[in-house]
């Protein structure tokens, strides 16, 4: 819980990495809240290996095909460890955590599609870029960007976790998922089944539509948004 900041009025609860604004709570005259939604933002996608300076893909290829380029995977590392404590008696010992990141995501696993060695990658369209929704935040916190239902709406397009938004004031209510695309609505008497998730013939945010169409790619078993611009490297 954080404080009541004197300048805004805003007062509520933030998170680890986060807690510089207010993310559920109220402002000077009005509140608003959050619930999980659930939806759809993670793609699979099925990334040809290939072999450097030429040679065949195997199973255990390291290297990936990306824009007609023969990439090696990325590796990352991360070694826990302990020793016993006056609380804890379990003797010393560690072990490392590995996974292989590609420009698609980080690999899941390896398989043969039509005879070709690929590795399944998963990418969330908010991978390296949580921080963009801190724009969404502030504004959330700033009683002169916030006036009204219509206020907190756009505001809200620009969080693009997977949250449904409620705000109340002393003249309005309004609901959000992205819009105009998503449904939302302002002052409805009320609502039901909140933590619902989105209907499979509405997309996902618009961001989010945006970064997965210019990945390019060849996603598996997910749904799919291409978009007009020009694709360039998946996470950046």
């Known amino acids: 819980m954080l404080p009541v900041d004197l300048l805004t009025r805003k007062h509520g609860v933030s998170f680890a990495g986060a807690s510089m604004y207010v993310q559920l709570g109220r402002g000077l005259d009005y509140s608003w809240s959050a619930t999980s939604a659930g939806q759809d933002i993670t793609d ?38 302990w020793k016993p404590t006056v ?30 060695h690929v590795a399944y990658t998963s990418l969330r369209s908010t991978y390296l870029h949580e921080v963009d929704s801190i724009v969404g935040f502030q504004e959330f916190n700033d009683p002169n960007a916030i006036r009204s239902a219509q206020d907190f709406q756009r505001a809200a397009e620009h969080v693009e976790y997977t949250f449904n938004w409620f705000y109340a004031d002393a003249k309005d209510t309004a609901s959000y998922t992205p819009f105009p695309q998503h449904p939302n609505s302002v002052n409805q008497d009320y609502c039901i089944s909140w933590n619902n998730k989105q209907p499979r013939t509405r997309p996902a945010p618009l961001a989010a539509r945006e970064r997965r169409g210019r990945r390019g790619g060849h996603p598996a078993g997910k749904t799919w948004f291409r978009s007009p611009r020009p694709p360039h490297d998946s996470y950046e």
């Open 44 to 81: 699979t996608y099925a990334v040809e290996l290939c072999g450097p300076e030429g040679n065949p893909a195997s199973a255990t290829s390291q290297h990936y095909h990306h824009r007609s380029e023969c990439q090696a995977k990325e590796r990352i590392e991360r070694k826990n460890a």
């Open 87 to 116: 609380a804890d008696p379990t003797l010393a010992c560690s072990y490392t955590l590995a996974v292989h990141r590609t420009r698609y995501g980080l690999v899941q696993s390896q398989a043969q599609v039509d005879g070709k």
